[in-house]
């Protein structure tokens, strides 16, 4: 019996040690999945000329002014800068693709960014096809601090590829980026850039250099064949960055969002095991960031140069059906509708109180009463014939006024019993011409709040039923 009991005994000491053993063993794997070093590589692009955001409403996200402050996040040596390329907006090609319809503002903010990518220290900016485009025929591609990597290059000694070294855990690591089309380059091209053997401390990135109705998934599923890639940049049509497939995968495929609302990256992270896993995050450019002083000066010399430019009244006009003209809201106040002691006289005395009747004063406020992107909304019929000019040829036609949402008044002020003004069928999608997310990141969600403030009509109807 005693034996019996010391076996019991010795069984349950035993027992104990294991399980003391695997706690500890747990702690230590515990330990292990923890990163002894990493390196982060910041993702931009598609910024699609977008300088910084409107300002004519808060919440929005965006502007390079705020980049530097997330860059700083990460030490300089422990960072690399990476632009994908599609810095203006998309332009009309020829049918041979070579020749390029870009306006003059587009070709001024191109300046602005590049020289903003200069000062702030980019390593890769990648050229698509039309930012190399305009790069060649404005003699833009020499004299950046940045390295240019194209696929459509060759003849101006362009790589399409370029190798970053970073420190990971007291090693080198290499960041090898390249940049591929594949209608302008076979599949193998890819191989051929990066190293047969796959070395432990190399990183492969791949930027696709596509048309957003590419076929993304064959694209995708072929580079990652290859088995050479470890991570696939994307341009899809998103303005959130967007992770497209699943995580600890590898290839990691991403989509890094358009705009500039968001700064991505790519954290490469080494463990104590010697792997190096990647993960793909991605920070919000919100109005708190704080701005570098640098690039407000760079924005406002933009300003001065769309100024200098003239390129109000240069857009390209239509003309109204029915020889219908744009007369401004002062006719509507001189009417004998509008003005005392008519029962309509309500209907302007309120607007002229609202932002509306101030809103090209907002512009004048911080000096983008000359950028043709920003009057738009801010004035009365701007891409008509009778439409707003400039301040000194039709100053009548400045602010949100009555014809913008009613129609052009002129008829109407002629006979307005028999010529009706044009009826508001939904007056939510009315606001949504200007107040569309980019330039009123508040408005969504809130319309009926917001159409409340600038009410200015006395009947009590429902905001979609306005006269």
Known sequence: MKKLITCILLLIIIASCKLNNSSRNKNISKQEIIPVDSVTVFITGNVMGSLKPC???GGQLGGLDRRPAVFDSIPADKRLLIDTGSIVKQQRLSQDQEILSLDEQDLIKFHIITQAFDYLNYDIVN???QDFMIARD?????NHTFKIISSYGDEFDLAPGYKNQLSLDGEGINILTVCYDPQEQPLDFITRIFPEEQEPNNVNIVIVNAEANADFDKIIADISGLGVADCIICPINSDEPTLLDELNTKPLVCAIGRKGRYISSIVIEKYPDDSIKLNFNHVAVKEEIKQDQYLIDLYR?????VKNANLLGTNPRYILDDGLKYEGSESCESSTCHSEPSKHSYEYAEWILSDHAKAYQTLVDVNSQYDPECI???????EWESGFKTLEKTPKLINVGCEICHGPGSEHNKDPYNNKTRP??????????????????DFAGHEEEKIKIIQHWEEPNDVNNVK
């Open 376 to 382: 738009e909304c801010h004035v009365i019929g701007y």
């Open 138 to 142: 404005n003699g833009l591609l020499d």
């Open 55 to 57: 300002g004519c409403s």
């Open 127 to 129: 050229f698509t096809r």
């Open 301 to 305: 010399t933009y300003q001065d140069m």
């Open 424 to 441: 508001i069928e939904d007056i939510v999608k009315q606001c949504l011409e200007c107040h569309k997310p980019e330039h009123s990141g």
